[in-house]
Each structure stands twice: as structure tokens, then as C-alpha cells.
């Protein structure tokens, strides 16, 4: 039986994605653009992130239109044990089992890869969670803006004096997201070689602490024994800033010494140059506010436009501050495939974000709408399980699915 989309790379993966909210099933949206088959296992009722955060018309979450998207949808009841049963079948028919339930709940356990490895030992079983399996904290409740505070990324962001200060975006949860589907692309490329299943297993506090040591804070308090903390719209390592036009905000980056000197000839500021307080980086990022009113004066009279126009043809970094808006038409996203619009039943046209990853030969592609509750059950259990319809309509009555 074919699964997924024929010309992707990951046809005949089958994936069980019992995860909800952000990280997780952001990794098997990732895996389903690429021709995977997602089948979100849900519980009866539906599961919580249908119904949080931002509601559409029809009552049900926004952003679950993104997250649910190319995948299937069933309902089954795991608190039973014909509806454990059930399941079991399904893992013997599939090759991934993602999950993000915290380690020491009743579910995590009847998902270990230790209890599926005996169900069909070349199974993948991957979870994400806050904390990771083991340590004081493994079996915490967690949420992406907690790891931002705990991996002392609060304390980086905003302006001098402020207060520790979040990111609206979630980026822990995306990059774990990611992260999570890479580490399943490694178990199936080792079993393609072995045959041998694993656990992949990502953390969101893992996560946050590895990207906030790329900003160089730990290694920073290590070297000079000096503990950073906010640098607004300025560097930590390299000059950069926001600029405000006349007509809205520019944000710039001159990382390395020759954009330093390209940025200081564009802007008429070459004595710059000469001034050790700014001879590289480093002191360049400490020494941040004694740029900053040379280059904004500069800016004063300018609209974005002639900004950007400057910048750009000095070959410095630099984009407009958009809104959402503006990014709809941003004419760079349109070219790469970055918004899509789809119509939902209900709501109308609505933008989702396209495929990230290009992949020449099998790329990957949005094939169908956020599924329905329960919308897939006759397919997968009859078409995969063999369940016929009486056996179908006892399930339903016995709200096991």
C-alpha cells in the first residue's frame, strides 16, 4: 500500500502522532509535508489543541489549520484495554510513534519504547517532553516560555533596565519541533541500514538552553567572568540596531569587520574606522551606544525606502520591521512558497506557512486541510486494521473510538 505522497521522500512512512499543542505536532507536519502518512490519534472528545489558544469561527484553533495540515485523524479510546489492543495493531502497521506526554503519566508509559519495542521491535518511538527522562525535573509540567526563562534567555532579551522579558514567538517549541523530526530521520536512516528500532527523545528545556549558548552568554561568563543581560535591538557579539525612518523601522546587521567598513562608507561615517573604541565586533557591540545616535542621525530625515536602498547596495543585512500585513505580500515570501492560502470550510481563505525545506528531486508540499475529528477512522480501521462496519458501529458504541 502506498502512503503519502508518491514523489516525496518519505512515501511508505507511516506515523501514529498521538502529540497536541506546539512541538509535536509541528515535528509530524514536518514529517507529512514530506509524503509521510500522519495519522493523529485523538481521543474521543477531541484532543485540547483543537480548542486553546486562538479560536476561528468554527470554534476550533487557529493555528491547528497549520499544524494539522496533510495529516489523517482518528479516534481512539487508550484508556481500555480493547482500545490498547487497537493501538498495538496499529503500531505493528507503522514505523513512528510520536507522542509528547510528560514521563511518569499513565500514557507515556503505555507509549515507552520499551513496551512497543515488544509490539514490533523495529518500531521508532519518539517523545518530546520539558525536561527529558530523567533528572529532578523530568516529570514537570513545561511550556516553551518557562525554558526561555529557565535557560536564562529572559535576561537577554529587552532593553537595559527592563524587566526579563519573553519572545511572542515560540521558538523553543519550534526548534524542538525540528529538532525532533531530524532525530527520526536518523532512526529510520539507521534502521534502513540495521533494521533496528530506537527512542528519539527531545526536550524543550534541552532546546532552550542550546540555542541560548549560541548567543555566547555561558561561554562569555566563562572567559571574562561577566554576566550579560539585555542589549535591546543592539548585538551581543556584532554592532546592529533598529532604526527608526521616517516612515516606519529598519533593522540592520554589521557582522564582521568588513560589512563594518561597507556600512560605515554607505552611511558617510568612514572616521569610524579609526577609533579603537570600535576596531572590531566585540567592542563594537560594548561600545553600541556611542553608535547609536551617529547612525540614527543619519537616519532622522530618511524614509525605509532610502534606507534599505543605502544598505542594500552596500551589500549590509537590513529588512523593514513588518507587520502581519506587510508580511502577507512581502514579495520574498510570496517568491519562496511561504505563505500559502488555503480555504477552510466556515472560515474562508485563510494563510498557512509553506514548506520550508526545498528539496529538488522529492520536494515537499501541502496536500490537504487540517482533518476533521475523527474523520479518517473508516479508512484506517477498515483499510488498514480490516474492521468491517459492524465491528466499526460496537467500537462506536462502546466509545472506544
Same mark, same amino acid.
Not at 230 to 236: E, P, S
Not at 242 to 255: S, Y
Not at 265 to 272: C, R, T, V
Given at each position: 500500500m502506498i502512503r503519502g505522497n508518491k514523489s516525496s521522500v518519505l512515501t511508505n512512512v507511516r506515523v501514529l502522532d498521538l502529540s497536541r499543542f506546539l512541538a509535536g505536532p509541528l515535528c509530524g507536519m514536518l514529517l507529512a509535508d514530506m509524503g509521510a502518512e500522519v495519522i493523529r490519534v485523538e481521543p474521543i472528545g477531541g484532543g485540547v489543541d483543537r480548542t486553546w489558544a486562538i479560536l476561528g469561527p468554527d470554534g476550533e484553533t487557529l493555528t491547528f489549520k497549520i499544524l494539522g495540515r496533510n495529516k489523517k485523524c482518528i479516534t481512539l479510546n487508550l484508556s481500555t484495554e480493547r482500545g490498547k489492543a487497537i493501538f498495538h495493531d496499529l503500531v505493528k502497521n507503522s514505523d513512528v510513534v510520536l507522542h509528547n506526554f510528560p514521563p511518569g503519566t499513565t500514557l507515556a508509559s503505555e507509549l515507552s519504547y520499551e513496551k512497543l519495542r515488544k509490539v514490533k521491535p523495529s518500531i521508532i518511538v519518539s517523545a518530546l517532553s520539558g525536561y527529558g527522562l530523567d533528572g529532578p525535573d523530568a516529570e514537570e509540567i513545561c511550556f516553551d516560555f518557562v525554558t526561555q526563562a529557565r535557560a536564562g534567555a529572559m535576561v537577554l532579551n529587552g532593553f537595559p533596565g527592563s524587566p526579563p522579558l519573553k519572545t511572542t514567538v515560540p521558538y523553543v517549541d519550534c526548534s524542538s519541533g525540528i529538532a525532533n523530526a531530524l532525530g527520526i530521520m536518523l532512526a529510520l536512516y539507521h534502521r534502513e541500514k540495521t533494521g533496528e528500532g530506537q527512542f528519539v527523545g527531545t526536550a524543550l528545556f534541552d532546546m532552550a538552553s542550546y540555542i541560548t549558548q549560541h548567543a555566547g552568554a555561558l561561554i562569555y561568563f566563562t572567559v571574562y567572568g561577566e554576566t550579560r543581560?539585555?542589549?535591546?535591538?543592539?548585538?551581543?557579539?556584532?554592532?546592529?540596531?533598529?532604526?527608526?525612518? +521616517?516612515?516606519?523601522?529598519?533593522?540592520?546587521?554589521?557582522?564582521? !569587520? #568588513?560589512?563594518?567598513?561597507?556600512?560605515?562608507?554607505?552611511?558617510? +561615517?568612514?572616521?569610524?574606522?579609526?577609533?579603537?573604541?570600535?576596531? !572590531? #565586533?566585540?567592542v563594537r557591540a560594548l561600545n553600541a551606544p556611542l553608535i547609536d545616535p551617529i547612525v540614527q542621525e543619519w537616519a532622522d530625515e530618511k524614509t525605509s525606502d532610502e534606507i534599505m536602498k543605502t544598505l542594500q547596495a552596500a551589500r549590509v543585512a537590513c529588512a523593514r520591521v513588518n507587520t502581519a500585513d506587510r508580511l502577507l505580500n512581502d514579495p520574498q515570501s510570496v517568491a519562496s512558497g511561504m505563505v500559502v492560502h488555503v480555504n477552510y470550510p466556515d472560515i474562508g481563505e485563510v494563510p498557512i506557512p509553506g514548506v520550508p525545506v526545498k528539496l529538488s528531486r522529492t520536494p515537499g508540499s501541502i496536500r490537504s486541510l487540517a482533518p476533521k475529528l475523527g474523520e479518517h477512522n473508516e479508512e484506517i480501521y477498515s483499510g488498514l486494521l480490516g474492521l468491517n462496519g459492524t465491528e466499526l458501529s460496537q467500537l462506536r458504541k462502546e466509545k472506544i473510538i
Open positions: 543581560t539585555q542589549v535591546g535591538n543592539c548585538g551581543f557579539g556584532s554592532y546592529m540596531n533598529c532604526l527608526k525612518a +521616517k516612515d516606519g523601522w529598519v533593522m540592520f546587521v554589521t557582522a564582521s !569587520n #568588513d560589512i563594518w567598513k561597507r556600512f560605515t562608507k554607505a552611511i558617510g +561615517k568612514e572616521e569610524l574606522n579609526d577609533d579603537p573604541r570600535f576596531k !572590531n #565586533d566585540m
